[in-house]
């Protein structure tokens, strides 16, 4: 199998090899692929060197598979052109994921729909892994009416120029306007905007949980509404989901079947103060749900608290997933 990486030195991409050599994902040829200044560097992945090569060189190479990992834009500009040679791109931006043509994938969802003649995959926002992942069995079992979501999302999630800022905010290092990643500071502080905002003072990131979900659950109907939140969290994004069922449950059930469904790990016993934390779930590749209760100001209403490493679940792990989906 040749495999293709691109965007290979980004956040992400780096997160990608990190997954592909724990979950000892077999190629022949690996083939990493960044912007022109990095061509020509060095990758390592399970202790071998390959050089970053250009994407016309990648795209004469014809590999089998290309993890996307470049933007929106570079993927709108090149995953065409993969395909032309036949590869399977895995795209992990924006670009392709609304498009009526492609596949939007959490393998534990919706994984079934994949096939052969699938040549552009999108891989959905971080946020939204999660909070299928967490979602689709209660929906399957219960159906759910509307959704309220909160998100608690980790400034990693922006990339590497929100990292600099946290940490030159943090060492106490001054920066001009140009360099800063966001509006505001982040270190000690919270910022409710994550992404652009659109005409109706939403922003991209809120849309995104709204669309993308009933995508990938195959729920046009569901009703909802989310605040999407930057947190000075070093990996990690939190959601405090508030759910509306079209039935009654018995909240026992709801926590065993979570408790049983793919992907989850219930960390739920707040009598002991277990409950998911961003924190213990970095460098973890599973989803984890806990504060599971009754909202007991709604009828069939139904609180949870739903963790996971973006990076990870959120990134990476879900776009190997569905290389692993693809090569079995």
Aim: glycine share 6%.
């Amino acid at each position: 199998m040749k495999l293709a990486l691109v965007g290979a030195t980004g956040l992400v991409g780096q997160e990608m090899i990190e997954v592909l050599q724990e979950q000892k994902i077999l190629f022949d040829t690996f083939i990493p692929v960044a912007s022109a200044r990095s061509v020509g560097k060095q990758v390592t992945v399970n202790d071998k060197n390959y050089p970053v090569v250009s994407m016309d060189d990648a795209i004469a190479m014809k590999p089998d598979y290309a993890l996307f990992s470049a933007g929106g834009a570079t993927s709108l500009e090149h995953a065409p052109r993969f395909r032309e040679v036949g590869t399977t791109v895995i795209d992990n931006s924006s670009a392709w994921r609304m498009d009526p043509d492609v596949k939007l994938v959490v393998p534990e969802v919706n994984g079934h729909l994949l096939s052969s003649e699938d040549k552009i995959i999108a891989n959905p926002n971080c946020s939204t892994i999660q909070l299928v992942v967490a979602l689709n069995p209660i929906h399957q079992n219960y159906g759910i009416k509307r959704l309220v979501i909160s998100t608690y999302q980790s400034y990693t999630g922006t990339g590497a120029n929100a990292v600099r800022q946290y940490d030159s905010e943090r060492n106490g290092d001054v920066q001009s306007k140009e360099e800063m990643a966001y509006a505001h500071p982040i270190f000690e502080n919270c910022i409710p905007h994550c992404d652009i905002f659109l005409e109706n003072d939403y922003t991209k990131e809120e849309m995104k949980l709204v669309h993308e979900t009933r995508k990938i659950m195959e729920a046009p109907d569901v009703k909802i509404t989310a605040t999407a939140v930057r947190v000075p969290v070093h990996g990690g994004h939190s959601e405090s989901v508030n759910i509306e069922l079209d039935k009654a449950f018995d909240i026992n059930d709801v926590k065993t079947l979570l408790s049983e469904s793919n992907g989850i790990t219930v960390q739920d016993n707040p009598k002991e103060n277990e409950y998911p934390m961003p924190k213990y779930a970095r460098k973890k590749d599973g989803v984890f749900v806990g504060r599971i209760r009754r909202d007991e100001s709604l009828d069939n209403g139904l609180n949870i608290w739903v963790v996971a490493d973006n990076l990870r679940k959120g990134a990476a792990t879900n776009a190997v997933q569905i290389l692993q989906h693809l090569t079995r």
